[in-house]
Antibody, heavy 118, light 108 residues
Framework: EVQLVQSGAEVKKSGESLSISCKAS????????IGWVRQMPGKGLEWMGI????????RYSPSFQGQVTISADKSITTAYLHWSSLKPSDTAIYYC???????????WGQGTLVTVSS | DIQMTQSPSTLSASVGDRVTITCRAS??????LAWYQQKPGGVPKLLIL???VLESGVPSRFSGSGSGTEFTLTISSLQPDDFATYYC??????????FGQGTKLEIK
């Protein structure tokens, strides 16, 4: 069974750095694109980007390019989303997602709430 | 990049109604389109992939159609469990996998 288990909620201050994680299991982590979707409070879903763990290729949405860093460590089957300097507008739920072989996103993590205060 | 426009943004309907949600793309692409359902406080759930393929376990009252730049999600007879927010998403390679802005399906 495919499982994506995300790290817990975070409360941070503006300007701080943060990494959240997504531990994958139940499949060969190396060969499926895995990435992140943002949902700001009361708003819709925004695709941020994905990475292919086997060769570390990363594809970002232009809206998030330069704002976050997506990475994956295939040795521990874990994907990461990193901010070097958080802003209050980064307050959102972040979902880890796995793409099915060039297709849709069947598998989602439980979400990680990130709250950033000024 | 491909932009996805969903309509309507809100839809009021009654149990038993037939409803249709439309998703229009800024560029034509093959049927690399998915539909998701999200309930309040919940994780999005895949309903339809490849434009019209019903995900395993999803009731047959849900259906998807379309190609090119216009796609639709139809619920043939609304059930109480269907009141939620629905999103389309394209996943063609070479472009960000953008979501539509969502359609909130409310009880009339």
């Amino acid at each position: 069974e495919v499982q994506l288990v995300q790290s817990g909620a975070e409360v941070k201050k503006s300007g701080e750095s943060l990494s959240i994680s997504c531990k994958a299991s139940g499949y060969d982590f190396r060969y499926f694109w895995i990435g992140w979707v943002r949902q700001m409070p009361g708003k819709g879903l925004e695709w941020m980007g994905i990475t292919y763990p086997d060769d570390s290729e990363i594809r970002y949405s232009p809206s998030f390019q330069g704002q976050v860093t997506i990475s994956a460590d295939k040795s521990i089957t874990t994907a990461y989303l990193h901010w070097s300097s958080l802003k209050p507008s980064d307050t959102a739920i972040y979902y880890c997602v796995r793409q099915d072989g060039g297709s849709s996103y069947r598998h989602w993590g439980q979400g990680t709430l990130v709250t950033v205060s000024s | 990049d491909i932009q996805m426009t969903q309509s309507p943004s809100t839809l009021s309907a009654s149990v038993g109604d037939r409803v249709t949600i439309t998703c229009r793309a800024s560029q034509s692409f093959y049927t690399w389109l998915a539909w998701y359902q999200q309930k309040p406080g919940g994780v999005p759930k895949l309903l339809i992939l490849k434009g019209s393929v019903l995900e395993s376990g999803v009731p047959s009252r849900f259906s998807g159609s379309g190609s090119g730049t216009e796609f639709t999600l139809t619920i043939s007879s609304l059930q109480p469990d269907d009141f939620a927010t629905y999103y389309c998403q394209h996943y063609s390679s070479g472009s960000p996998h953008t979501f539509g802005q969502g359609t909130k399906l409310e009880i009339k």
